[in-house]
């Protein structure tokens, strides 16, 4: 596997046309392929519910994805070449509706495996590890529909946070994080020198409590009674009632060992999502009313760009809320990660300090966070 060629044009201009020239299907073919690693997360979890129960050796051959995984978005494997101007978005959109649907079968798979399983067995501590990475990676999936125009797509992306416990995410992040990152009112930015600790125990009640206050605005008095009959319209009340009404079904109809199955794995999610949040920002300090590139963290590597459906060019998504995974280009002014998103997960959990040692480096080179000079 070769790193891939430095930027590329777009597209070419046809002789005589004003309009780049839409990519034929092979190209098209060529781009689309290496996205099907989208699957390797939500497609393990797949496999090891649909044929559990294991013996406990066949239960650890599912870890092995995992550890490829991360072995691969630590390797010198880059992708910055820039997508093709036209390229058709109907095979992007079909991922993303086959990875939503692929979530909503493993929820009800975990709950059919742990119906009559219990909780001491090496499938339910496994469960926690490749079915919650599995939603955390789906986290990914609800992000990308929820910044969609389409209702019925953010409707979709809303179900699939309601399956991880965690629907204020569509509130906070759509009205609160992208208004405010960069600056010491979003929540979800990790400040310099914080650690991951320090943010996770920050910032889980703070976006709560920021979600829970935008629905009151928009409801027209950020100031009224918890009690007030209007907040039965509001969405992070919606979300509560239906992600919690999936936990009782999954209580009633499959038993007490699937529901606390259920919880589990939708508390590891949320921690890995929180993970991303702290390193995507972290140390970056906003001037002036408009996001720019230098806000966020950005990371060229291969494995994250393909299996994480384009995460890896955050800076690009903050710039433009709307744009599918496939659109996103790279934004040279943004700081660079030391490693894939995946890689950065072991490094932030148990190297923090070793992180931001790392992330300071970056941030002294750039004149970004602390370093950046007075305009």
């Not at 013996?55 to 093709?84: N, S």
């Not at 975990?110 to 919650?132: E, K, N, W």
């Not at 606390?260 to 939708?266: D, P, Y």
């Amino acid at each position: 596997m070769a790193a891939a060629p430095a930027p590329a044009t777009p597209s070419a201009l046809p002789s005589g046309s004003g309009s780049p020239a839409a990519p034929g299907a092979r190209e098209v073919a060529r781009r689309f392929a290496p996205h099907l690693l989208a699957f390797w997360f939500p497609g393990n979890a797949f496999l090891f519910l649909a044929t559990g129960p294991h013996p406990w050796w066949g239960a650890l051959l599912f870890v092995v994805p995992l550890v490829v995984g991360h072995w691969l978005d630590t390797q010198p494997w880059t992708e910055r070449r820039e997508p093709p101007v036209r390229l058709p978005a109907w095979p992007f959109d079909l991922l993303v509706y086959a990875l939503s649907a692929l979530q909503l079968v493993n929820v009800a798979l975990l709950a059919r495996l742990f119906a009559g399983q219990g909780v001491l067995s090496l499938d339910f501590v496994l469960s926690v590890l490749v079915v919650g990475a599995s939603s955390g990676y789906q986290i990914i999936t609800a992000h990308e529909l929820i910044h969609r125009r389409s209702r019925g797509e953010q409707l979709l992306g809303r179900a699939l946070l309601c399956s991880v416990l965690y629907e204020h995410f569509f509130t906070e992040h759509l009205r609160g994080h992208h208004a405010r990152v960069g600056t010491a009112e979003d929540p979800a930015t990790a400040r310099f020198g914080e650690s991951f600790f320090r943010f996770y125990r920050r910032t889980v009640p703070a976006q709560f409590r920021s979600a829970w206050r935008l629905e009151k605005q928009r409801l027209g008095d950020a100031s009224m009674s918890n009690l007030d009959p209007r907040l039965l319209r509001s969405r992070v009340l919606h979300g509560l009632v239906v992600e919690w009404g999936v936990a009782a079904a999954i209580a009633v109809v499959a038993g007490p060992v699937a529901f606390v199955a259920f919880l589990l794995q939708a508390a590891f999610a949320t921690r890995l999502l929180e993970v991303v949040n702290y390193f995507e920002h972290w140390g970056l300090e906003r001037r002036g009313p408009r996001v720019t590139p230098a806000d966020s963290w950005d990371t060229h590597s291969w494995f994250t760009y393909y299996a994480l459906i384009g995460l890896s060019r955050h800076a690009d998504h903050h710039a433009h809320g709307t744009r599918p995974y496939q659109a996103l280009r790279v934004r040279e002014e943004a700081p660079i990660l030391p490693r894939g998103y995946i890689g950065m997960i072991p490094l932030v959990l148990a190297l923090n300090r070793r992180f931001q040692r790392l992330a300071t480096e970056e941030l002294q080179r750039r004149k970004l966070g602390p370093f950046r000079e007075a305009a």
